[in-house]
């Protein structure tokens, strides 16, 4: 899968207000954070929270990834979990990174 085609099923996943949370990557009734969202689309599932030392590996592995893919730019120069729970941040701030990255990698595709 390419990473517009990440964003745009992260976008889909992400469109209705219902399936954004806060302060956790999924709530178990699909609700998920950014983090989860891009675990959902890329791996299919979300692992349960880490219990012990290769999970917290597995996770820390899960959230570069949506790091990398997913950098901050003029919004914030907050990580992207982190952006993602502050109490200021909106679901509608949420889709408009996801659009900003999704317009950049069309851009990325299409020069």
């Known amino acids: 899968m390419t990473n517009l085609e990440i964003l745009q099923k992260m976008r889909e996943l992400l469109s209705d207000p219902e399936h954004w949370t806060q302060g956790e990557r999924f709530n178990g009734v699909a609700r998920y954070c950014i983090v989860g969202a891009y675990e959902?689309?890329?791996?299919?599932?979300?692992?349960p929270s880490p219990d012990d030392t290769n999970g917290f590996d597995q996770l820390n592995a899960l959230?570069?990834?949506?790091?990398?893919?997913?950098?901050?730019?003029?919004?914030?120069?907050?990580?992207?979990?982190?952006?993602?729970?502050?109490p200021g941040t909106t679901h509608a701030m949420i889709l408009d990174m996801l659009d900003y990255r999704i317009a950049e990698e069309r851009n990325n595709v299409f020069a």
Do not use: W, Y
Request: hydrophobic share 35%.
């Open 63 to 86: 959230h570069d990834e949506a790091t990398k893919l997913l950098p901050m730019h003029s919004l914030t120069d907050l990580d992207i979990s982190f952006f993602n729970d502050q």
């Open 40 to 47: 959902k689309v890329t791996r299919g599932q979300c692992m």
